[in-house]
């Protein structure tokens, strides 16, 4: 199956306590956020992860690296290959590593000051998987 087909991707925004959640629609064309899990134990997210991956029937999940503005791959970095490879383990799907460099950033300037939820990490997964998809319908 080409990559093209797939319409289900899962974004990720991964952080220490809380990882961002945003999904692809309108046939894998934009994605939108779909929630915030707040864990303790990577387990624990995992088997959220694994929930949301079977009811959206995921095929390619969108993890994004924080890669310092300087090109490198620093200490969080290293946090996120680690739990990509967890991710892949457990999950036995396809994870694609996206530059988020910004996204917080943006996501930050996205939402409404007078919000109640100051929360950005499905502001965040939702940018850092529609770079991908943009960049995808670009190839194609």
Not at 15 to 24: D, M
Not at 60 to 77: D, H, R, S
Not at 101 to 106: M, P, W
């Amino acid at each position: 199956m080409s990559s093209n087909n797939i319409k289900n991707i899962l974004g990720l925004d991964y952080g220490e306590r809380r990882i961002g959640v945003s999904i692809s629609v309108m046939d894998g064309k934009i994605a939108v956020p779909h929630s915030i899990i707040s864990y303790k134990k990577t387990e624990d997210a995992l088997s959220q992860i694994k929930k949301i991956i079977l009811e959206y029937k995921t095929k390619i999940i969108v993890l994004g690296l924080p890669i310092t503005m300087k090109n490198k791959t620093g200490f969080k970095a290293e946090e996120v290959l680690k739990f990509k490879e967890v991710l892949e383990e457990s999950t036995n799907l396809e994870v694609i590593l996206e530059d988020e460099r910004l996204s917080t950033l943006q996501a930050k300037k996205s939402i409404d000051p007078n919000s109640k939820n100051k929360r950005v990490d499905d502001s965040s997964a939702t940018i850092i998987l529609n770079s991908f998809l943009e960049k995808r319908s670009k190839r194609s």
